[in-house]
């Protein structure tokens, strides 16, 4: 518990890369400055100050529309999610505490931390492949669209910190 949802102005989560949640003091800061409707609530939990009480939302939808970016920032958590948690050398399925990010082209060689010469690997793998480019990964490193990487997020379970947030983040 801790977390609140945020649903943009147009009725879907901020983002899903990943789901739009901030804690409850941002969420808090949220309502005080009107930037939000608060949609849900935790029901046991209010908090104080030395003039104001208030339940803590458990949802809330912005006032005003946030635009999402079309291009997703490269990060080892959206990368993992682009290639499905497979290992693009032996299309094994892993969880993410056993991926690693490989470079394709390896930085020993110029290679760079971005979309299209990173893949998730296994660690045997990993180790195979070294700093060496005799190995191919089965699918090339791409950039992915935002929307895309959402549709393969919404296809995998999603926390529910609240059985509020359910009706939001129904495929």
């Not at 958590?77 to 032996?90: E, G, I, K």
């Not at 760079?112 to 893949?119: A, E, S, Y």
Request: with cysteine; charged share 25%; proline share 8%.
């Amino acid at each position: 518990m801790g977390d609140t949802l945020v649903i943009n102005a147009d009725g879907q989560p901020v983002s899903f890369l990943p789901i739009s949640a901030v804690q409850w003091k941002e969420a808090i800061l949220y309502m005080y400055h009107d930037k939000c409707t608060v949609l849900d609530w935790y029901d046991d939990w209010v908090v104080r100050s030395a003039r104001w009480e208030t339940k803590v939302p458990a949802v809330i939808m912005l006032k005003d529309y946030l635009k999402r970016r079309t291009t997703p920032r490269f990060s080892k958590q959206s990368m993992y999610l682009r290639d499905l948690y497979t290992c693009q050398y032996c299309s094994e399925a892993f969880t993410k505490p056993n991926l690693t990010v490989d470079h394709v082209i390896p930085v020993s060689k110029g290679g760079k931390l971005r979309w299209d010469n990173c893949v998730a690997s296994c660690g045997p793998c990993n180790t195979a492949k070294g700093n060496k480019t005799h190995m191919k990964p089965k699918v090339a490193p791409y950039t992915p669209t935002y929307f895309e990487l959402a549709k393969k997020r919404m296809q995998m379970p999603v926390q529910m910190k609240h059985p509020s947030w359910e009706p939001w983040l129904k495929v």
